[in-house]
């Protein structure tokens, strides 16, 4: 069965440290991995797409890395800001179709 | 890049009625996506809407409950018909657009803001 989990499922740091979310998948065949921020209230943003050849992503302060092997990718978030509060979702998606298996998603919380 | 506005943001309705939700983007695309987020949960997608042909629905999501009209490339409404607070949660439109890179050229996804619906 196609799936996605995510850990931890929440998560509370302080500015300017930084964190690393996990994201493991069973989804095959693989075609693309992404991360996304959902700010409360809002739809979900995209933060970085990575295909099977690609191992690491970054977006500014996001890096994202994917291997392919073991079927696992993390976010890390560099120097935090309040503003990075927000739910982090990993979706994969397979190859030939338009579905993407969404996980539960990281809630992470920046602290002043 | 794509910009999505849904209508209405939020709504309160009472079990029994029906609510439509309007989803408009800034460009046209091929194929637009209707999602349910319940509280605390993942996306769920509901149906696929193309363009002239009749909406493709998700395992466990039927027309007669959540059906959908996809009049020209930029618009779409899904309906929720005959509510009930089972249905309470956050309904999300979403699109697919290219995005060319410098080495490659990949599809992105883009979600509107949402609608919030309560059921009483």
């Known amino acids: 069965k196609n799936q996605v989990e995510q850990s931890p499922q929440s998560l509370i740091i302080l500015e300017g440290k930084n964190c690393t979310l996990q994201?493991?998948?069973?989804?095959?065949?693989?075609?693309?991995l992404r991360w996304y921020k959902q700010d409360t209230g809002r739809g979900p943003v995209s933060l970085t797409i990575?295909?099977?050849?690609?191992n690491t992503k970054s977006n500014g302060r996001y890096t994202a890395t994917l291997d392919a092997d073991t079927k696992q990718s993390s976010l890390h978030i560099t120097a935090s800001q309040l503003s990075d509060s927000a739910s982090y979702i990993c979706?994969?998606?397979?190859?030939?179709?338009?579905?993407?298996?969404f996980g539960t998603g990281t809630r992470l919380k920046v602290l002043a | 890049s794509a910009v999505i506005s849904q209508k209405p943001s939020r709504d309160i309705c009472q079990r029994g009625t029906s609510l439509t939700i309007q989803c408009q983007v800034d460009?046209?695309?091929?194929?637009m996506f209707w999602y349910r987020q319940q509280p605390g949960q993942s996306l769920t997608l509901i149906a696929t809407a193309n363009q002239g042909s009749e909406a493709t629905y998700e395992s466990g999501f039927v027309i007669d409950k959540f059906p959908i009209s996809r009049p020209n490339l930029t618009f779409s409404t899904l309906t929720v018909s005959n509510m009930s607070p089972e249905d309470s949660s956050i309904y999300l439109c979403?699109?697919?657009?290219?995005?060319?890179?410098?080495?490659?050229?990949?599809?992105?996804?883009?979600f509107g803001p949402g609608t919030r619906l309560l059921v009483l």
């Open positions: 979706v994969v998606s397979a190859s030939g179709t338009y579905k993407y298996i």
């Open positions: 460009s046209q695309v091929t194929m």
């Open positions: 979403s699109v697919e657009k290219g995005l060319a890179g410098p080495s490659n050229f990949q599809e992105t996804q883009y």
């Open positions: 990575m295909t099977f050849s690609e």
């Open positions: 994201c493991n998948y069973t989804v095959s065949p693989f075609s693309n």
